[in-house]
C-alpha cells in the first residue's frame, strides 16, 4: 500500500500571500488530520477531516482552513501568510480512530 | 496550557546502553498513549503505544511504563543503537467513551535521541 503522500514538499511564500497544501491519505483511511510542527512547539493540531466533515479543530486562528473530498484527498489553507507560520505542516491519515495514524513526509513552509 | 509535557529536549546516551525518554500528561480523560519517532525530512512513525488499564506494555527492545497515579510515562530503549538517533514524540487521546468532541491527539514537544556509537 502507498504511504500518506503530501505535495509540494518545499514551498517559499512571502508575507499577506496565500498556500494551499494537498495530501493523499493511504488508500481506504477516511480520516485526516493536520499538524504544524515547529522548533519550539513540537507537534501541534491544526484539524481533523473524516469523510469530508471537520470533526476536530485545534487552537488556530482561522486563517487556517481546510477540507476533504469524497476520495479523502484533503487540503490545507492558509491565507494572508505571516512570518511565523514557516514550519513543517504535517499529514496524517487513519482508518477509523485517531490514535493509529501514519504520517506524511510533511511540506516544508518557509515564509520570507 | 501544554497538556504532555517532554521536559528533556535532548538525551544523549551511549550505545548499548538504556535509553529513557520521560512524559508527563495533565489531562485526567488521557486513557491511551503512544510514542512516535521522527527522523528529519520524514514524517513520524508510530513506535509503541499503552493502554490505561496496563502498566507495562513491551514490544522488542522497546518498552512503555505507565504510571497513572503520577500522570507519567517513560519509553526505555535496551539496548540503544545508533539507529534509535531520532526526536521522539509521546502523545495522549482521551478516552472514546468521554464524550464531547474534543476527540484528537495531543503531542509533546519531543526530545532529540542521540546514541553514540
Known amino acids: 500500500k502507498a504511504g500518506v503522500t503530501q505535495t509540494p514538499r518545499y514551498l517559499i511564500k512571502t508575507r499577506g500571500q496565500q498556500v494551499t497544501l494537498s495530501c493523499s491519505p493511504i488508500s481506504g483511511h477516511r480520516s485526516v488530520s493536520w499538524y504544524q510542527q515547529t522548533p519550539g512547539q513540537g507537534l501541534q493540531f491544526l484539524f481533523e477531516?473524516?469523510?469530508?466533515?471537520?470533526?476536530n479543530k485545534g487552537n488556530f486562528p482561522g486563517r487556517f482552513s481546510g477540507r476533504q473530498f469524497s476520495n479523502s484527498r484533503s487540503e490545507m489553507n492558509v491565507s494572508t501568510l505571516e512570518l511565523g507560520d514557516s514550519a513543517l505542516y504535517l499529514c496524517?491519515?487513519?482508518?477509523?480512530?485517531?490514535?493509529?495514524?501514519?504520517f506524511g513526509p510533511g511540506t516544508r513552509l518557509t515564509v520570507l | 496550557d501544554q497538556q504532555v509535557k517532554q521536559n528533556s529536549p535532548s538525551l544523549s546516551v551511549q550505545e548499548g546502553r538504556i535509553s529513557i525518554l520521560n512524559c508527563d500528561y495533565t489531562?485526567?480523560?488521557?486513557?491511551?498513549f503512544l510514542w512516535y519517532k521522527k527522523y528529519p525530512a520524514e514524517g513520524p512513525t508510530f513506535l509503541i503505544s499503552?493502554?490505561?488499564?496496563?502498566d507495562k506494555n513491551e514490544d522488542g527492545r522497546f518498552t512503555v511504563f505507565l504510571n497513572k497515579s503520577a500522570k507519567h510515562l517513560s519509553l526505555h530503549i535496551v539496548p540503544s543503537q545508533p539507529g534509535d538517533s531520532a526526536v521522539y514524540f509521546c502523545?495522549?487521546?482521551?478516552?472514546?467513551?468521554?464524550?464531547?468532541?474534543?476527540?484528537?491527539?495531543?503531542f509533546g514537544k519531543g526530545t532529540l535521541l542521540t546514541v553514540n556509537p
Open positions: 496524517a491519515s487513519s482508518l477509523e480512530v485517531v490514535s493509529r495514524q501514519f
Open positions: 477531516y473524516f469523510s469530508e466533515t471537520q470533526r
Open positions: 499503552i493502554s490505561s488499564i496496563k
Open positions: 502523545a495522549a487521546e482521551p478516552s472514546r467513551y468521554s464524550g464531547g468532541s474534543n476527540y484528537k491527539l495531543t
Open positions: 489531562n485526567s480523560m488521557f486513557d491511551y
